[in-house]
């Protein structure tokens, strides 16, 4: 991947002039963030939920993987094509679960797992026509993962609840690619996909671990 991102830097940087636009920029944007639930997962509490169905119980399942997103982040250009932003973004949740009752218990079991991450990419932009420009990005982030299991039972006259927390950091490579589009006073909007890859920990609580593509809108400004 680094060669890879070696590459592209170097094609951005050899394919227009690199006039001289130094300086200051940040901006924030909001969208839609999607990961994957590891198929086994989902196979095992659609199981559970079929085996308490076939005891007569009412079960139900929920799967959670889209999730409102935002970041924000500080720039600085190098020249018209080269710069490198830092940030924060918010990458949302995934989430899954049962509900399973009878005329004499209830059990509702939770699986949940949120993300937030600082990065630091190394970003290309290149003119396609007047006011419009491609932006090619790719990076490291430093993602804080909070995983959790919970469980409850209840009956007539019994109730108990317990959950377990976990919470852990890694780095992962990111890449993004998008569009952008000149205003006045400074200001572009921006339309970005940006992929972070492999976030998560299949051996920590609850065991998801995911590329999460992260789709969305903002405004960025120079200073």
Do not use: C
């Not at 994957?36 to 939920?49: H, I, N």
């Not at 026509?129 to 039972?153: D, E, P």
């Amino acid at each position: 991947m680094i060669r890879t991102l070696i590459a592209i830097v170097a094609v951005i940087m050899l394919a227009g002039a690199a006039q001289a636009d130094s300086g200051f920029h940040m901006g924030i944007s909001a969208g839609q963030a999607r990961g994957e639930l590891p198929g086994g997962f989902k196979d095992t509490v659609r199981g559970w939920a079929r085996e308490a169905r076939d005891e007569g119980a009412a079960a139900s399942t929920r799967f959670s993987e889209s999730d409102a997103v935002h970041k924000v982040w500080l720039g600085y250009r190098f020249n018209s094509v080269l710069a490198v932003e830092a940030g924060y973004a918010k990458l949302g949740r995934l989430a899954g679960g049962i509900d399973a009752s009878d005329d004499e218990i209830a059990v509702r079991e939770r699986y949940r797992a949120e993300h937030k991450a600082l990065f630091l990419d190394l970003v290309g932009t290149v003119a396609l026509a007047q006011r419009w420009n491609l932006i090619a990005r790719g990076g490291v982030a430093r993602v804080r993962t909070k995983g959790s299991f919970g469980a409850s039972v209840e009956a007539e006259q019994f109730r108990a609840s317990a959950r377990i927390w976990e919470r852990f950091r890694e780095t992962v490579p990111k890449l993004g690619l998008g569009v952008e589009y000149v205003l006045d006073h400074g200001l572009a909007v921006r339309a970005e996909f940006e992929r972070y890859f492999d976030v998560g920990d299949d051996s920590r609580v609850p065991g998801f671990e995911s590329d999460i593509d992260v789709l969305s809108v903002g405004l960025n400004y120079r200073f």
